[in-house]
Every structure is written in C-alpha cells, then in structure tokens.
C-alpha cells in the first residue's frame, strides 16, 4: 500500500480513527470515558497503539499530523456523547486525553520504522 502523502487527508485518517476509538468503546464498555475501570484502560491503551501504528504505516514522514486527529477527533466525540455536561473536570480530561494519545504518537513511531523496513 502506498503511504498517504498530502496533509488534510492525513489528518483526516487521525480524526477517523479518534472518533471512531472513542465512541467504538463506549458503544462496547456503556461507559462515557474509555479509561473507566481496568479492563477498559488496557482496551483503551492497546486500541490506541493500534491506531497509532496503522497511522504511522499509512502516513510514514508526516504521522504527527495523523496523531493531532486522532486527538481531535476523540475531543469531538467526547463533546458530543456528553450531552452538554462537560463539567469542572474538562481540564483534567483533555490532560488524560493528551497523554492517553501519546500513546498513539509511540505507536506511529513504530508504524513509521515498519513501513521504512518494508520499503528496503
């Protein structure tokens, strides 16, 4: 597969992938947060090293930008499913969620090295 070359449709994987991230585990876990409970974190964790990693394959020199989406698009899609009730704690959530989505940016490093190896 060819890696994606141009910036908007870069991001636009990200932004797909972090809505889809976000509201995929909450329709799963019937929780609001992805993070909530034990299993739940780990589920996160992993779906987020995943996505990380095809973004990093897809997208090789420019996968920053996939993690910015990734990143938006989950603060999109925790401020639809929250129905207007954001709440004091906004600020702690969108500190989890950035560091949460670091944990995409470790896997698109690695995504990135793939797709190098598989080019040799």
Partial sequence: ???I???????FVGLALGLAIWNGLA??????????GERNLALYA???????????????TIWPRAVLGIYLGQLAAMVMRSNGELGLLIPLGLIALGIFTGISALGALMGKSLGQYEHR
Avoid: S
Wanted: aromatic fraction near 14%; proline fraction near 9%.
């Fill in 46 to 60: 992993g779906t987020l090293f995943a996505a990380g990693i095809l973004a990093g394959w897809l997208t090789r």
């Fill in 1 to 3: 597969m060819m890696p």
């Fill in 27 to 36: 329709h799963v876990t019937g929780r609001r947060e992805p993070w909530d």
């Fill in 5 to 11: 070359k141009k910036n908007w449709p870069t991001f």
